[in-house]
Structures are given as structure tokens and as C-alpha cells.
């Protein structure tokens, strides 16, 4: 990394250090970085430092870089307020890093690939013996209704009996340190594009805020995710085929998935490029039918074969489903994951690591209320306005009450609705999120909360990720960090104190993987995926779908 700015600061060192020197963390919360009488903790000590010589301006020009940069690459997201219009804008990477050390990540990780093993197990047994039901650990009323709940794929082993391929479990951080998981991803977890161009981005826009420390590297990502799925595709004659498969421009994430797409060099497709013939999947190329063997999938299950599922879906590919029950294709993440992430299941998460592991949870849950008792329901009605309250089905923050920050009229509508359809909510107590400085409007640091997105991927074993996404809330005081509602992101640095265990291996060669035998065994949000869904019904439906060009490796459609 270069040091320029140490060599020429873009403002004086007088002038820059009492904007640093000002912060103050807000009690009662933990700041990550200062201590609450505003000495910077030992880890960020260099940092702090760091940002004393870039100075206010510096913050600002680095900002413009930023943004001009992401909206000529592409780097964006959209966002809407209220239900109206969406609106297109730069990525929102703040540039003050969250420093994580050593030990803090090797207990989070531990934790999490604790918790991704008994959500497996979990996925398998719901679809088959169901014994964590027969032992009355989970009420089986709960796994039924639950909406991802997939009949459909029911009795289908997949290769490995891997099913949570890619997870991102949700964590915060309380107020007396502690980590706890607010909420599992293993249907469809997006983001993972972010964090390795936030990293990218950090580096080139202000480098010699790496300058005193070893930072764990995360471009190996693609590397991990491509071993994975090669490791469950089934066998080929020669090198497994792997694509990645999106629903289309129109997805707000359409940018991870050609991202993702381009650094491991497969195909990205849609559902016009892929066809099923005798139980097989195939994608259309300029020369013929050419077989896949494993899928990434970016859509959800309600829309993947409308022989299975939504029988309106044109996003989907018919018959696919009796493909994947063939076994002559992988899919990640496997149908019907997504009753494994639901809200109310979520609760049994400690019970599942203690039936299927026969070990004590590493990472805590929050303390979670299902509405669906009626005890429980009256506890809750009666102190809504000290609790958050979520729907069971939803995410992205949508419809997320936290009872603290609502008014009088919001609270008696909330009370009403809970009400009237209980089982579709739960209630949990408001968690002390964390905070980290957060360069403001006039490159002023202030105080914001904070939560961490750590990815893993599951193949052979489970690999994750050093660090992950810091999701922010932008706005003074609020806790609501998702991006579709005005959230932002930062860059999560994992300091190297010596352990090899999360470093890049070696690159993925061009060769032939070890194949699978070819047994029988016996998702972004749906109301985008509908909007999307009306966009292809209004286009022609006898315009002929054009060949694939077999393009070389890590080309974008």
C-alpha cells in the first residue's frame, strides 16, 4: 500500500485533529472503535491516527471518488420509500473501516459454522424423517405453514446432503460485547459482491488506512464458491459445467450475480438459456445443447418450474425440479432452504445445535416472543412499544416495527394487526446494536449502528469469509441498517494475528474436479421477482430466444 497521504496530507494535521478528537461513542452503547471517554481502543489506535492526517477534506474528495467510481461501474442499488419510485444510487460505502481482531472472529466464525451445520441438518430432516419433530422440539403446524416450506422437494437428497450452500447469518453486537445472531439467510443471502468491492474500493481510494495493519485478504471468495459447487455437481466426462443463474436485469442484485458470474468465470444465464431434456438441464449455446451440472440460483423457489411451483412463472425452467430430484444437477442453495431462515423457526435454532450436534449454542439468539401463544401474545401486547416486531415472512427490514422509536398511532395499529394474525409475527427484545464512527455529511465521525453479514460457503466443509458486510445505519439513531431502507455499508477488516486458517488457498486450476457418481436421490424478494414477472408478460411471447455464444470464461451476458 502507499503512503502518499502521509507524505502529503491534503490539510494540516492543526486543522484535521480536533474533528477526530471531538468524537464522543453514545452511551449506553459500545463503540467499536473509541473507548466512551473517547480514547481510541488499542486495535483502532493507528487508524485514528490515519484519519487524523487525511483530514475532513481528504474524506470529502475520497467520498466523490467513491461515488463517481461505483455509478461508472455499475456498483449501485436501488431504494424506495413509502411505496414510491425506486431510485438508482452509489453503493453506500462509508470509508471508516470496522476493525475486528484475531480471537473476536475465530469465535465468531466457530459459532457460525455451529450454527450452518445444524440449519443442514435441520433442512434434511424436515424433508425427510422429521425427528426433531417426532421428539416435540419443533411443532410440526410451524414447519407446515411456513410459506418456503417446499412440498414439492420432499424425500430429494441432494449430493452430499448439502442444502445451505452459501449462508449469511445476520449478527449484532450488545452493549456488554457480546455477539448474537438476529437472523438467519440461507435461502438467497446477498452482498457478498459489496464486500469484495468495498475492499477494492478502500484500498485504491484511501490506502494508507491499511498502512499499520495486516488485514485478512476476501477476493478468494469466487475461489471457495466455485470448489463448493463443483464439489456437489454430479459427474461429468469432463470438467463440471457450473453456472450462475439470474432472473435478469430488472433484479436489484443483478449486479452481484454478473459479478459473481465474471470473477469465477462461469455463465451467467437466465431461464430462456437453460432447458430440460430427459431429466437432464442444458443451456442453449451456438453450438447446441451443452449440460449443467450445478447451479448458483439468484431467484426464488415460488419462481424456478412452473411445473412445480407458480404455474404463471416465466422466469422459471420447466421441469427442472424433476431434474434435481434425477440428481443429474446440483442446485445452490437447494429448493426449499428457505423454511430453515423463517423468523419463527428461527427461535429453535439453540434446540436444533443441541439435538443435532449434541452441543451448546456458541452464538446466542436474541430473546424472540412467538406470537402464535396466546400468553405470549398478551405479554407482548402489553409492552409493545419496548420491543421490535417483525413478520415471519418478509426481509429486507420490510414491516419491522421497533417499538421504542413508534409513535402512539403506529403502536395501536401494531397492536391491531398482531392481533388479528399473530402466527404470522414474533416479537424480540431491542438488542444495543454497536456503533462505529461514521463520516457525516461535512466528513464530521458520528456515532452509527452497526450489524455484520459473515458469508459462508459449504461444500466439502464450511469456508468463511474473514469479516463480511457491516451494514450502518446512516440516519442519527436508528437501527434499521438494511440498504433498501436507506442503510450503508463499510469495509470489516479481520486483523492476521498468525492463523492460517481463513487464508486464500491456492488458485483454482483448469482442470478436470473429482466427480460425484451420478446418483438418484429419492432466492432477492418475491414481490420484486412479480414486478419482474409483469415486465416479461408485456413483451412478445413469440419473439424466438436467440443461441448462446459460448463466450470465454467470466464474460457477462
Same mark, same amino acid.
Request: hydrophobic residues 35%.
Given at each position: ?26 452511551? @449506553? ?60 444510487? @452509489? ?16 469465535? =465468531? ?79 438467497? &443471502? ?5 464486500? +469484495? ?9 484511501? &490506502? ?69 431434456r430427459d431429466d437432464v438441464l442444458y443451456m442453449r449455446t451456438t453450438r447446441g445443447l451443452e449440460r449443467a451440472h450445478a447451479v448458483y440460483r439468484r431467484l426464488d423457489d415460488d419462481f424456478v418450474d412452473p411445473l412445480e411451483f407458480r404455474s404463471d412463472s ?59 401463544? &396466546? ?42 394487526? =398482531? ?13 444495543? +446494536? ?7 455529511p461535512d466528513a464530521v465521525l458520528q456515532p452509527r449502528h452497526v450489524d455484520l453479514r459473515p458469508f459462508a460457503v459449504f461444500g466439502e466443509r464450511i469456508d468463511i469469509v474473514p469479516g463480511g458486510l457491516t451494514r450502518v445505519a446512516l440516519e442519527e439513531g ?27 488457498? @491456492? ?44 463466450? @470465454? &470464461?467470466?464474460?457477462?451476458?
Open positions: 500500500m502507499t503512503r502518499r497521504a502521509r507524505e502529503n496530507p491534503v490539510v494540516s494535521s492543526e486543522v484535521q485533529a480536533p474533528e477526530v478528537d471531538a468524537y464522543r461513542p453514545q452511551a @449506553p452503547f459500545l463503540d467499536e472503535l473509541f473507548e466512551l471517554d473517547g480514547t481510541p481502543r488499542p486495535t483502532a489506535r493507528a487508524l485514528v491516527e490515519e484519519l487524523r492526517r487525511l483530514g475532513p477534506e481528504g474524506l470529502i474528495e475520497a467520498g466523490r471518488r467513491r461515488d463517481a467510481i461505483f455509478m461508472q461501474q455499475g456498483i449501485t442499488f436501488e431504494t424506495s420509500g413509502g411505496g414510491g419510485p425506486t431510485h438508482e444510487r @452509489p453503493f453506500p460505502l462509508d470509508l471508516v473501516p470496522r476493525v475486528l481482531s484475531g480471537q473476536e472472529w475465530r469465535d =465468531i466464525k466457530r459459532g457460525l459454522a455451529q450454527r450452518i451445520r445444524a440449519l443442514n441438518h435441520f433442512v434434511d430432516d424436515v424433508y425427510h424423517a422429521r425427528e426433531i419433530v417426532r421428539e416435540g422440539l419443533v411443532p410440526w403446524r410451524l414447519v407446515a405453514s411456513c410459506p418456503q416450506f417446499a412440498r414439492a422437494v420432499h424425500g430429494i437428497r441432494p449430493p452430499g446432503g448439502v442444502y445451505t450452500h452459501v449462508a449469511g447469518c445476520d449478527l449484532v453486537r450488545h452493549s456488554d460485547g457480546t455477539w448474537k445472531v438476529i437472523e438467519d439467510n440461507v435461502r438467497i &443471502p446477498s452482498g457478498i459482491s459489496y464486500v +469484495l468491492e468495498n475492499r477494492a474500493a478502500m484500498a485504491r481510494l484511501v &490506502p494508507e488506512l491499511f498502512a499499520s495493519y495486516r488485514v485478512r485478504p476476501v477476493d478468494h471468495y469466487p475461489q471457495l464458491l466455485l470448489r463448493a459447487l463443483r464439489s456437489v455437481a454430479p459427474s461429468a466426462e469432463s470438467e463440471a459445467t457450473v453456472v450462475v443463474w439470474t432472473p435478469g436485469p430488472a433484479n436489484p442484485a443483478y449486479f452481484e450475480h454478473a459479478f459473481l458470474a465474471r470473477q469465477m468465470g462461469v455463465e451467467l444465464v437466465e431461464a430462456s438459456d437453460l432447458v430440460v416465466l422466469l422459471g425452467v420447466p421441469g427442472l425440479v424433476r431434474a434435481y430430484r434425477a440428481g443429474s444437477v446440483a442446485i445452490a442453495n437447494a429448493f426449499g432452504t428457505g423454511v430453515a431462515d423463517d423468523k419463527a423457526i428461527y427461535c429453535f435454532v439453540p434446540d436444533m445445535i443441541r439435538f443435532y450436534l449434541g452441543e451448546e449454542p456458541i452464538l446466542e439468539n436474541v430473546k424472540t416472543y412467538l406470537l402464535s401463544d &396466546p400468553e405470549v401474545l398478551e405479554y407482548v401486547l402489553e409492552r409493545v412499544e419496548q420491543l421490535v416486531v417483525k413478520p415471519t415472512g418478509e426481509s429486507g427490514g420490510r414491516g419491522v416495527m421497533i417499538g421504542p422509536h413508534a409513535d402512539e398511532v403506529e403502536l395501536q395499529k401494531m397492536r391491531r394487526v =398482531i392481533s388479528t394474525h399473530p402466527e404470522r409475527w414474533i416479537a424480540q427484545d431491542v438488542v444495543r +446494536l454497536s456503533t462505529v464512527p461514521t463520516v457525516g436508528s437501527l434499521i441498517v438494511n440498504s433498501s431502507r436507506g442503510g450503508g455499508s463499510k469495509d470489516t477488516w479481520v486483523l492476521e494475528d498468525g492463523d492460517d486458517a481463513d487464508r486464500a488457498g @491456492p488458485p483454482i486450476a483448469d482442470t478436470q474436479p473429482p466427480a460425484l457418481p451420478d446418483l438418484r436421490y429419492g432466492e432477492w424478494t418475491g414481490q420484486q421477482q412479480q414486478q419482474q414477472q409483469q415486465e416479461h408478460q408485456q413483451q412478445s411471447q413469440h419473439e424466438p430466444h436467440p443461441r448462446r455464444q459460448r463466450r @470465454p &470464461p467470466g464474460s457477462l451476458s
